[in-house]
């Protein structure tokens, strides 16, 4: 697995993505506060198929994998701020937040699955002399970083 370079918790050199989301300290912190007010525990997962058993339902049981994937998520995040020099990240709050995203998107799914669902919709292309333009920006105002996306669509697509 490739490594990322020093992690800014523990200081091991040899910084994985495995090591980041499960085995360094404050991972292993959130997955303790996780556990505890959540009764969902996180499988041992090996450190070269850890994707994979997430995905296996002897390792991983369906009803844990969304949380779990959420909790990691919360996790890369919490790192990447204290990455950046944010020191102040709440264990509890990044908890709440994986769970409260997995529970919604559980209820998206269930929502989408449901018989009265409004029909999805699909992209139109525009007239022949027409094209489409979508936009979107974000800005860090601390960091003092930005980054903005364009896509740009004619008939063809």
Known sequence: METQGTCPDCGDADESVYHALISCTFASMFWQCFNELYNIKLPKLH???????????????????????????????AHDERRHGERNVNLLQACRWAKEISYDLIASGEYISGKDCPQVMKWNSPPASVVKVNVDAAFHEERQQGAIGVIIQNEKG
């Open 47 to 77: 450190p070269a198929t850890w994707c994979y058993d997430l995905l296996d339902n002897l390792i991983c049981p369906v009803a844990n994998c969304g949380p779990i994937l959420c909790g990691m998520r919360a996790v890369w995040t």
